[in-house]
């Protein structure tokens, strides 16, 4: 079952490569969850844990190279918001890596939580000018 969805009402910005973006980052992330919550193999659910945070390290840097450009002023609250995330990402990988943690419900519930008010009061914000 998908942990999240995404609708153009909930989670559209109105900007093309960002909605279209959204869109495969929501996809690999039910596809870890799945993976974690089914389980499926370490190994398995290791390659999807890094191929999803390679991919939000991507998505990030394309909005924030975007919100510069168009000289966004809310970009560096903006900015902040995605270091943040990408460094508990990043302390999750290193240690599921080292066998000190799982990607568990609460993990993906987390991340959940985080899109469900970034995108509505970070990502929707940059509409206006990035569209």
């Known amino acids: 079952m998908a942990l999240i969805t995404w609708t153009a009402a909930q989670y559209g910005t109105n900007v093309g490569f960002a909605d279209e973006e959204h869109q495969v980052l929501f996809g690999k992330l039910n596809k870890l969850y799945d993976l974690a919550t089914g389980g499926a193999a370490r190994s398995a659910i290791g ?8 991919y939000v390290v991507d998505h990030f840097a394309h909005e924030e190279r975007e919100m510069q450009a168009k ?3 809310n ?3 903006h900015k902040a918001e995605h270091d943040a995330l990408v460094g508990i ?10 066998g000190e943690a799982e990607v568990t419900d609460e993990v993906g519930q987390m991340v959940k939580g985080w899109l469900d008010s970034h995108i509505p009061n970070f990502d929707k914000g940059y509409s206006v000018v990035l569209s």
């Open 47 to 54: 390659e999807q844990l890094d191929d999803l945070i390679a």
């Open 75 to 77: 970009y560096p609250a």
């Open 89 to 98: 990402c990043a302390g999750l990988q290193a240690k599921f890596h080292a």
């Open 71 to 73: 000289n966004y002023a």
